[in-house]
């Protein structure tokens, strides 16, 4: 790929806030953990209970899931988003949950602190222009059939349409390996680190999902330099509504934190 400045003159030429001055929080390096979808008021506030304890800030949590299959959970919607508002009221932290839908954004902007761009959403081009016009972070999450190049674009879109509160999340891509769900691309981050100042993260979960590698390869994000790690995790995994199989229980969770 060559980085051209004149095709990305915003993400290749601006100044980037870091995690930390963006979201207020002291970490280097940064953990948003948390379901992979908001099931009730209960597993937040317990889940939002074990982030504390390890000084976790951001909870993730979707209440809008875009499934494969239409006749998955297709999660609370409106009531997630209330949910998640309680909790993060409560607990002074801050949520990130994933925009599907323009017509959603004012409930974003009311209930949440960090609006997530989904994968499936990474190329939708008038979501990205509307996600300009606000001033909230925004989670820009790479597709998993999109290249660097497209993945750089996207962000392009949003910081030209004049938001500059952007954090970039690898989660995997899609290749002919299956005992991954996807393929971590790690390169993506020291790319990304090369050459620009846009924080960037790594979603472990769902590049992996499946928990048995989660410790190992965490341990390589953070070495290689990511802004922070992006983590599901649930109180009783084997019932959550979506995402069983990656989701790591709280002893898990804590383990990881703990080696991290
Ligand atoms: C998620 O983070 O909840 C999610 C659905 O991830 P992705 O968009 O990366 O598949
Ligand atoms: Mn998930």
Known sequence: MKLEKNKFPNILNDQFLSIPELLKV????S???GPC???SYEQIEITAKKLIQHNVKILRAGAYKPRTSPYDFQGLGKEGLRILDAIRKKYNLLVTSEIVDIRYMNLHMDHTDIIQIGA???QNFSLLKELGGIDKPVILKRGFASTLEEFLFAAEYIVNSGNKNIILC????RTFENSTRNTLDISSVA???EYTEIPIIVDVSHSLGRKDIVNRVSKA???IGADGLMIEVHPD?????SDKRQQLNFLEFSNLIQEL
Do not use: H, T, W
Not at 170 to 173: A, K, P, Q, S
Not at 237 to 241: N, Y
């Open 120 to 122: 499936r959403n990474m």
């Open 26 to 29: 002291e970490d280097k390096f």
């Open 170 to 173: 690898e989660r995997g891509i």
């Open 191 to 193: 790319f990304i680190k």
């Open 37 to 39: 979808a908001v099931e």
């Open 221 to 223: 994000i953070k070495a």
């Open 237 to 241: 995994p084997s019932a959550a509504l």
């Open 31 to 33: 953990i948003f953990a």
